[in-house]
């Protein structure tokens, strides 16, 4: 989880913004999804989850 730690991410971080779903990002670690937005002092992280859970666990991030 080090990857999310850095500022900025690594350029090989596998990084998504999701669709319709801004400021929110996705972040792809082996089998888990990291679901977080942009904070001006990190990143806040809303979610850790197994990648079949994705679509069900992103309609259910709060509105920023």
Do not use: F
Request: hydrophobic share 35%.
């Amino acid at each position: 989880m080090e990857v999310l730690a850095s500022d900025p991410l690594p350029e090989n971080a596998d990084d998504k913004a999701l669709t319709g779903r801004a400021p929110w990002r996705r972040l792809r670690v082996g089998e888990l999804r990291i679901l977080y937005r942009p904070h001006p002092r990190g990143r806040r992280v809303a979610r850790i989850i197994q990648r079949g859970d994705l679509d069900r666990a992103v309609r259910t991030l709060p509105n920023p």
